[in-house]
């Protein structure tokens, strides 16, 4: 992995209410991301391929850009998107960051991607002297609505410290975790942590549907026990409530998983847990891919799996 900077040399963007945040993605958890910077007060430029899904950022007071080269001239800009093919196109492309932000520009994405690309990114922005954080995030949609994220970053500490009155806004528990890509890593670390974590609920819940148990009571009472976790405690109500909108969408889960699965291999682990989560989506990702995480469980019930 490239190393972090450990002492800055060169001047660091202005951080006030008057200069322009760049955010380029406004989907699920982006728009909620923007809507604390526009509360707090900060003007924010709005990039998304659909300008439909930031009609209601507009609406709320951000301004619209064209373009990622109009966006690249704000002096601190976020990322939030899908896959990392997307990260590669708006930094890498011709018509990208990297080609059109000025120098000293602090780039920082939000997006869960490779290590490798982060860290390719890192090495082709310092030799522009522009900054860049790979800061992939965790907390779903509830914790970007309500500014609880955990937010995991890799690169240059200084560029961290200097954009942390901004990142306060989106996240209760924000740190540097090592150089660029670094930040790439932990959240693998993270999603391989909840790939087991998530099917084993849902298979307890299964476990307890089919036995025929009171679901809220037993829920509940399980909840405070060993068994309790994030994904218990934010997913089974929507389970009951049979609301599996995304929060995080499968098909994102997946990509992660696979990410997870070849840095996996790179390092000679064979993770098996990891493995038999990824079939399992995998098998429901054609039909049920653009629910949460957590519809994987209406696509079991639907199949009659269990």
Same mark, same amino acid.
């Given at each position: 992995?490239?190393?972090?900077?450990?002492?800055?040399?060169?001047?660091?963007?202005?951080?006030?209410?008057?200069?322009?945040?760049?955010?380029?993605?406004?989907?699920?958890?982006?728009?909620?991301?923007?809507?604390?910077?526009? *509360?707090?007060?900060?003007?924010?430029?709005?990039?998304?391929?659909?300008?439909?899904?930031?009609?209601?950022? =507009?609406?709320?007071?951000?301004?619209?850009?064209? !373009?990622?080269?109009?966006?690249?001239?704000?002096?601190?800009?976020?990322?939030? =998107?899908?896959?990392?093919?997307?990260?590669? #196109?708006?930094?890498? $492309?011709?018509?990208?960051?990297?080609?059109?932000?000025?120098?000293?520009?602090?780039?920082?994405?939000?997006?869960?991607? #490779?290590? !490798?690309?982060?860290?390719?990114? $890192?090495?082709?922005?310092?030799?522009?002297?522009?900054?860049?954080?790979?800061?992939?995030?965790?907390?779903?949609?509830?914790?970007?609505?309500?500014?609880?994220?955990? &937010?995991?970053?890799?690169?240059? +500490?200084?560029?961290? #410290?200097? &954009?942390?009155?901004? %990142?306060?806004?989106?996240?209760? *528990?924000?740190?540097?975790?090592?150089?660029?890509?670094?930040?790439?890593?932990? *959240?693998?670390? +993270?999603?391989?942590?909840?790939?087991?974590?998530?099917?084993?609920?849902?298979?307890?819940?299964?476990?307890?549907?089919?036995?025929?148990?009171?679901?809220?009571?037993?829920?509940? =009472?399980?909840?405070?026990?060993?068994?309790?976790?994030?994904?218990?405690? +934010?997913? $089974?109500?929507?389970? =009951?409530?049979?609301?599996?909108?995304?929060?995080?969408?499968?098909?994102?889960?997946?990509?992660?998983?696979?990410?997870?699965?070849?840095?996996?291999?790179?390092?000679?682990?064979?993770?098996?847990?990891?493995?038999?989560?990824?079939?399992?989506?995998?098998?429901? %990702?054609?039909?049920?891919? +653009?629910?949460?995480?957590?519809?994987?469980?209406?696509?079991?019930?639907?199949?009659?799996?269990?």
């Amino acid at each position: 992995m490239t190393q972090s900077t450990t002492s800055n040399t060169h001047p660091m963007p202005i951080l006030d209410h008057h200069s322009p945040i760049g955010w380029i993605g406004t989907g699920v958890m982006g728009k909620s991301l923007v809507l604390h910077l526009l *509360k707090a007060g900060y003007c924010v430029h709005v990039y998304n391929r659909t300008k439909q899904k930031a009609e209601p950022l =507009l609406q709320a007071g951000a301004q619209w850009c064209s !373009s990622i080269a109009d966006i690249a001239q704000s002096n601190i800009i976020f990322t939030m =998107l899908g896959f990392p093919q997307d990260v590669e #196109e708006v930094y890498l $492309a011709p018509h990208g960051l990297l080609a059109n932000a000025k120098p000293n520009t602090i780039l920082c994405d939000f997006t869960t991607s #490779e290590p !490798s690309l982060a860290c390719k990114i $890192a090495q082709e922005a310092a030799a522009k002297a522009i900054y860049t954080l790979d800061a992939p995030v965790s907390g779903g949609d509830k914790g970007a609505r309500e500014g609880t994220l955990a &937010i995991m970053v890799g690169g240059p +500490n200084f560029v961290l #410290e200097h &954009i942390q009155p901004i %990142l306060v806004l989106f996240g209760r *528990k924000i740190l540097h975790v090592g150089p660029a890509g670094a930040g790439q890593h932990t *959240k693998m670390a +993270n999603q391989i942590m909840i790939a087991g974590t998530v099917l084993g609920m849902l298979e307890g819940m299964l476990y307890a549907e089919h036995a025929g148990l009171d679901m809220p009571k037993v829920l509940d =009472l399980i909840g405070s026990g060993a068994a309790a976790s994030w994904s218990l405690a +934010n997913y $089974a109500p929507r389970i =009951l409530q049979g609301d599996f909108q995304p929060g995080f969408f499968i098909k994102h889960f997946v990509k992660d998983m696979k990410i997870a699965q070849q840095e996996s291999q790179k390092m000679h682990l064979d993770l098996q847990g990891l493995m038999a989560a990824l079939a399992a989506y995998e098998e429901a %990702l054609s039909e049920v891919g +653009n629910l949460g995480v957590h519809g994987l469980y209406s696509f079991w019930k639907k199949q009659d799996k269990f």
